[in-house]
């Protein structure tokens, strides 16, 4: 039974402000929690079979020498005495990992073999089979089935969408790799991996080998390992084999089973992209700099530079791939779904493959760069691990990178570079123009300069003449008269398109520097360097997020959250507004790339 789908309500009886208690024989007052909790006990008898002489409510939990505080909402018992819980419900907490919580310590101090948790719209089903150790379920036992019952094969058809990946991973973190001495990505990435392959290597119809059995721990460990050494062998270049997880087989199981049930090929991206966001240490990100970019920005830039199928685009500051997986999704809604129609997927995957292009040199963010590209269209081939700077990186390669990532190569490159940090060492240094202000011949190398400077200069090197850029810098690279060399060095290199200034709670909570976003066009071979042109410019006044970081999400006239098609809550923004007027001023100033 799916506590959600199946909450019956067509048995519920209900006067005035009451409802009818068909446990207690009573009428009580029709609180929302009394809704979900009668709803409940009626797919309990109805979908599950059992009698209500086994079923009690606000059921007390000794838990040691005293009771709980709170009483348990719905157990039911193995038999009618109702001395011995078999599955004890909670509805309606607060929060999931709250809820969750409270119903594991219920099923450790009974010592019922199952549990759920249900706040109306998501549910959590759980199976104990030692103390502290869970596995999750995909649906609770009728009244005279068994976990051999409840544990049938998973075909892939059975895959359900990803509501919310990052609660799961908070879910695990808390309570499995609390004490393992494991990270969440370290933990959860691989299996991850390894499910993603299991996917990939299933018809509609086949049974999944990812997922849990009535086999003992240890022979079901050892068969999620050789799913993961089966998608290294095709995925190689993603993750090695010492990348396996260090856990002990029955945590090894409560993170399968929290996943099992879940399709993650060509899942929704922002639902995966917030869990990896997650998972990734944001302190090590904040010392590097290094931040997500958030999304309505990632599809504002791809938006106004509007790439092509026929052009090649590429981040080298790329982190989880966001710009490339957004040109990816754009690329495929404009030209090629309309072209090619019901062979959409074949072109897809062969644009992907064969002109995005990224780099980083945080070996996670790598792979997590090269799993979002999988999921997105398997457009990990030229997703590489190096430094974009260091020029030592760049030498005696035998990845292929020297081959397919040259100088003066793309059509368009969009990136967020990490702000943290100066570089000082003279081997990089000395490679870049702006070390010199602009100009070797008449100035003495810099002892050092922030990384986001370089990157200015490194991108430009990359893109072919004509080629367009969005990158995001700390404003004062744009404003501050220290910097005039660097503003002087870029209207030398390209055209300014745009400047779109973010607001200061956009990078939050990680750091409060103030953005913006440059649009360049690199000035043509043949053509004449314009000294007077206009520039859109443009500033971003709803935030996103707010002081503390967190997203503002759009409400309608009653208050509740507005959400799109998926049923995903809104940020409310104003980039979609700010990318629509850029491509007006475009059109108005024959730009090539939105000439029509």
């Not at 570089?423 to 240094?429: A, F, N, R, V, Y």
Request: aromatic share 10%; with cysteine; hydrophobic share 40%.
């Amino acid at each position: 039974m799916s506590l959600v789908k199946y909450q019956r309500t067509d048995s519920l009886q209900e006067k005035e402000d009451k409802i009818y208690d068909v446990v207690r024989q009573r009428w009580v007052r029709a609180t929302q929690e009394e809704k979900v909790r009668q709803a409940l006990v009626a797919s309990i008898t109805k979908d599950l079979g059992y009698p209500l002489e086994r079923i009690a409510e606000e059921v007390p939990i000794k838990m040691g020498s005293t009771y709980a505080s709170k009483k348990a909402d719905v157990v039911i018992f193995t038999d009618k005495t109702k001395e011995i819980p078999h599955i004890i419900f909670e509805s309606k907490k607060p929060s999931r990992k709250d809820g969750v919580e409270q119903l594991k310590s219920y099923i450790n101090a009974t010592g019922a073999p199952y549990g759920a948790w249900t706040n109306g719209t998501e549910e959590v089903i759980l199976f104990r089979k030692d103390p502290n150790i869970f596995e999750y379920l995909t649906r609770l036992p009728a009244v005279s089935e068994d976990i051999d019952d409840v544990k049938q094969p998973i075909r892939k058809t059975d895959l359900r969408p990803i509501e919310n990946l990052k609660e799961m991973v908070q879910d695990v973190e808390n309570t499995v790799l609390a004490n393992a001495g494991v990270s969440a990505f370290d933990g959860l990435f691989p299996l991850i991996f390894a499910k993603l392959w299991d996917e990939f290597d299933k018809g509609p119809d086949d049974i999944m080998e990812f997922r849990t059995t009535t086999s003992s721990p240890q022979d079901q460990a050892r068969r999620f390992r050789s799913i993961f050494l089966k998608a290294i062998g095709k995925w190689g270049d993603v993750l090695y084999e010492n990348d396996w997880p260090d856990l002990s087989p029955e945590a090894l199981l409560t993170i399968a089973s929290a996943l099992q049930e879940y399709r993650f090929s060509h899942a929704d991206l922002d639902i995966i992209d917030a869990a990896f966001e997650y998972m990734i240490n944001p302190e090590q990100k904040a010392d590097k700099g290094q931040f997500f970019t958030p999304r309505p920005i990632v599809r504002m830039a791809v938006k106004m530079l509007n790439p092509k199928p026929n052009e090649l685009a590429i981040d080298p500051a790329c982190g989880p791939c966001g710009f490339m997986i957004h040109a990816l999704r754009w690329v495929t809604d404009d030209y090629i779904k309309p072209k090619y129609g019901v062979e959409w997927e074949a072109h897809r995957t062969d644009y992907a493959r064969s002109n995005l292009f990224a780099i980083d040199f945080d070996s996670r963010l790598v792979k997590v760069a090269k799993s979002m590209m999988l999921i997105a269209g398997d457009g990990r081939t030229h997703v590489y691990k190096v430094n974009s700077l260091d020029p030592r990186e760049w030498r005696n390669r035998t990845d292929g990178l020297l081959s397919v990532i040259t100088d003066e190569k793309f059509d368009v490159l969009m990136t967020n570079p990490p702000f943290a940090g100066n570089i000082s060492q003279p081997e990089i240094l000395g490679t870049f123009d702006l070390a010199y202000k602009g100009d070797p011949t008449k100035h003495e190398r810099l002892n050092r300069l922030t990384r986001d400077v370089l990157f200015i200069e490194r991108c430009l090197r990359f893109l072919k003449p004509g080629g367009r850029m969005a990158i995001v810098l700390p404003q004062g690279n744009l404003n501050n008269t220290t910097a005039a060399y660097i503003r002087r060095f870029v209207m030398d290199k390209a055209r300014i398109l745009a400047v779109v200034g973010m607001h200061v709670n956009t990078f939050k909570p990680f750091t409060g520097t103030k953005t913006s976003v440059l649009f360049l066009q690199k000035w043509h071979l043949e053509g004449v360097k314009l000294d007077d042109y206009p520039i859109f410019m443009a500033v971003n006044e709803k935030s996103l997020k707010d002081n503390s970081g967190n997203y503002i999400f759009a409400r309608g006239p009653d208050g509740k959250p507005l959400k799109d098609e998926q049923g995903r809550p809104i940020i409310e923004h104003d980039l979609n507004e700010i990318a629509d007027a850029f491509i007006e001023f475009a059109k108005e100033q024959s730009l090539d790339f939105w000439r029509e």
